[in-house]
């Protein structure tokens, strides 16, 4: 059938919805009783000829009606369809944006943002779809807008403006006119922001901070397997009634030295380098949406992102102040390296805080995030959206801003937050992006397999870490096999006397990796493996055997507790700790504590204090595996060859290690792990020396040339030659 249009007047809308398919197709929801008369649509206010195709009725008792026009679309137009005599509807880009056309056209790889130059500041915007974008130029102190400066269409989608650099240091926005809608926001490349993000700031950052924050070299890291990740948030570190930080809860704090707590050990930085950790992760600090950043409340752990290139300002001295973010992160990193630490940025980039308020969304509606096939939003999050990292110009976004922190901040390493919603190409992107910047950098995430609609081949999933290089991944079945399953309360793992989960734990102790006829594996080397058994998420250790060993005296709970992250320490693998729990940190059964007060979520110093025997044991287990490389094997053949388990009664298991150099003093090594409540011996054949066992971890031999090896309940014993 062919139609040509008449012209039209507006009553009431007859049309619910259209939208263009592609580049060719456009789709139209015709509401029932009206779906046998013609449709009219014009280009521009110019009628347009066009073919039914294809039409079906809808669940909800609509014609849908699939028509392709005379000529190619263009997203420079605007297409209006209606019935004559009835409402106008725009015809919006919904699936055209998710097309492959659609990437070949406007796929960019140019600048974005602000480019300074000599005498002006270039603002480049990609939104092939919008129809007119100003940018505002607003007061720093009153944001009254002072000037707007019309962008103008170049290739690809791209969106350009010269800005006069007299306007450096004030406020911008964008105003932005799609077919869905009208919206100011902030440049989503906005490197600087005002108080809670409202606007981006005109200032060059990254001249800023050449020009006044000192650097100094990375720490060194040969291998990732020689890495232990410390994970922090910066506010927990410090609102402790009895720190003593000049600074709590803010940027400048987790720097601070010279810190002790009530019975003089040593607390923040100080107690950080003492403990032996490489490198500390910080729960985000991209700019987030939750916490009134004048007022610092409430407070929250920070994944709710708004601004992915900005930092954020609630732990900032001066939140008003917007170089004052930028100035006292920077610094933070620079003195973590100063204190031979390195530093790992939490990314969100899965989902942002609110779709339908993001710039991302304003600019590009539709293309950003991902859609189930009935057309609803994806939440493989649980938060309401999911990021299509599939689409070129948010996996550009991704590689973007992790190579901007890494080269402007400085950063060594990245955590990848729900890192399976992301699609395996782009975390390969990443990794290429970050090894020409510098190949030691840490990239790992979380490799759970969620519910959002990409091929299980594409998803950034532990299932497929084969698939993506030198890439990490948190490892679940350690961290349920020591303590129980997360989602079960009351569950019990190997620490705590359940010896069906002996067989998990095997395949972890390796590094995860396959054994013929010994184990299964899971990675492809143990660089792979992120070995774990608490972090920010669930229960702490301590609060989720408390709850699965009621019956249980704390003594004995303890002993689990630590026996739990001896086994983290000294598993092949790299090694990560949730700050605190080398002393059993607690959140008071709080399960999920990310808006909790800080009562729930401070590192509590005086239990610190209180439990300084467990500190000293993980420090020097610590220093044990940094001074041995038998604990820090980095290929699967190392562990091939020199790696095997001994023979051990049921829940219990012992294993002996290799040296992999003639000049470690420990060429020969045997754990032993009792996941019984009962002590067991071995015969030791052979000069042994015992250094770890029951709650006792030591430099120098405990026991020298022992008949028998005793292994106590819920231990841990060392043993080496």
């Not at 204190?339 to 339908?356: I, K, P, S, T």
């Not at 870490?465 to 009351?490: C, E, Q, V």
């Not at 669930?538 to 507790?561: F, G, P, S, V, W």
């Not at 020199?642 to 290690?657: N, T």
Request: glycine share 6%; hydrophobic share 35%; charged share 25%.
């Amino acid at each position: 059938m062919h139609h040509t249009p008449d012209q039209q007047t507006t009553t009431h809308a007859t049309i619910e919805r259209a939208s263009l398919l592609s580049f060719e197709l456009i789709r139209l929801e015709v509401v029932p009783e009206y779906e046998a008369i013609p449709v009219q649509i014009e280009q521009n206010g110019r009628p347009v000829d066009y073919t039914i195709v294809d039409e079906r009725w809808t669940e909800t008792g609509t014609m849908e009606r699939d028509v392709r026009l005379s000529g190619p679309v263009s997203l420079e137009t605007v297409y209006t369809v209606f019935h004559p005599g009835h409402k106008t509807i725009v015809a919006v880009p919904r699936e055209i944006v998710q097309t492959k056309e659609f990437e070949r056209r406007y796929a960019y790889d140019g600048p974005l943002g602000l480019v300074f130059g000599a005498t002006t500041i270039e603002a480049f915007i990609w939104s092939p779809v919008a129809f007119s974008i100003w940018v505002t130029v607003h007061d720093e102190t009153t944001s009254r807008e002072i000037e707007r400066f019309r962008m103008t269409r170049q290739s690809r989608g791209v969106w350009h403006a010269d800005i006069p650099r007299l306007y450096e240091g004030l406020l911008y926005r964008l105003h932005v006119k799609t077919p869905v809608e009208t919206n100011d926001v902030v440049d989503p490349y906005a490197k600087a922001v005002s108080l809670n993000g409202e606007f981006g700031v005109l200032v060059d950052v990254e001249s800023h901070l050449a020009s006044s924050v000192e650097r100094v070299e990375r720490p060194p890291l040969r291998k990732a397997t020689d890495a232990v990740i410390y994970e922090l948030h910066i506010r927990d570190f410090t609102s402790h009634p009895s720190s003593t930080s000049r600074m709590k809860g803010l940027y400048g704090s987790v720097a601070e030295t010279g810190l002790t707590t009530q019975a003089g050990h040593s607390a923040g930085l100080d107690y950080i380098k003492q403990l032996g950790v490489t490198h500390v992760q910080l729960l985000p600090v991209h700019d987030f949406g939750s916490v009134d950043e004048a007022t610092r409340m409430p407070y929250n752990w920070g994944y709710d992102p708004i601004h992915w290139f900005a930092i954020e300002g609630s732990y900032a001295s001066e939140p008003r102040a917007p170089l004052s973010r930028v100035t006292e992160y920077a610094e933070l990193v620079t003195d973590l390296h100063r204190a031979g630490l390195r530093v790992v940025v939490d990314v969100v980039m899965n989902h942002v805080y609110v779709r339908e308020q993001s710039a991302l969304e304003a600019l590009v509606p539709y293309y950003f995030f991902r859609y189930e096939h009935d057309g609803t939003v994806a939440n493989g999050t649980g938060v309401g959206n999911d990021t299509a990292s599939e689409r070129y110009m948010m996996r550009r976004m991704i590689v973007d801003c992790v190579t901007y922190f890494a080269s402007a901040y400085h950063v060594d390493g990245f955590r990848f937050d729900l890192m399976g919603i992301h699609d395996v190409e782009t975390m390969n992107q990443v990794r290429i992006a970050l090894d020409k910047i510098d190949r030691s950098i840490l990239i790992y995430g979380e490799g759970w397999d969620l519910a959002t609609p990409l091929s299980p081949s594409m998803k950034a999933t532990s299932h497929n870490a084969a698939h993506m290089p030198r890439i990490g991944h948190f490892n679940d079945m350690m961290r349920d096999a020591l303590k129980g399953s997360t989602f079960n309360d009351r569950e019990r793992g190997f620490v705590s006397g359940n010896e069906w989960r002996e067989w998990e734990l095997r395949e972890c102790l390796t590094g995860a990796v396959q054994i013929p006829n010994v184990t299964v594996g899971r990675f492809p080397s143990p660089q792979y493996t992120i070995n774990y058994v608490e972090a920010h998420d669930n229960h702490t250790t301590y609060d989720k055997l408390k709850l699965a060993c009621e019956d249980i005296d704390e003594a004995t709970r303890l002993r689990m507790q630590r026996f739990a992250t001896a086994i983290v320490l000294t598993s092949q693998g790299v090694p990560f700790l949730h700050a605190g729990q080398e002393f059993g940190r607690t959140k008071h059964g709080v399960e999920n504590s990310y808006n909790a007060p800080d009562r729930i979520n401070h590192l509590d110093w005086d239990l610190r204090d209180e439990r300084a025997c467990e500190v000293e044991y993980v420090k020097t287990l610590l220093k044990l595996r940094r001074r041995h490389t038998c604990f820090r094997y980095d290929t699967r053949q190392k562990v091939i060859e020199q790696f095997k388990f001994l023979p051990s009664p049921p829940g219990v298991i012992a294993y002996e290690v290799t040296a992999s150099h003639s000049y470690d003093a420990w060429q020969r090594v045997r754990v032993y792990l009792n996941g019984t409540f009962e002590d067991v011996t071995f015969h030791a054949e052979g000069d042994w020396n015992v250094f770890v066992q029951g709650e006792t971890a030591s430099f120098t031999p405990i026991d020298r040339n022992p008949a028998e090896i005793r292994v106590e309940s819920l231990s841990m014993t060392i043993i080496a030659c």
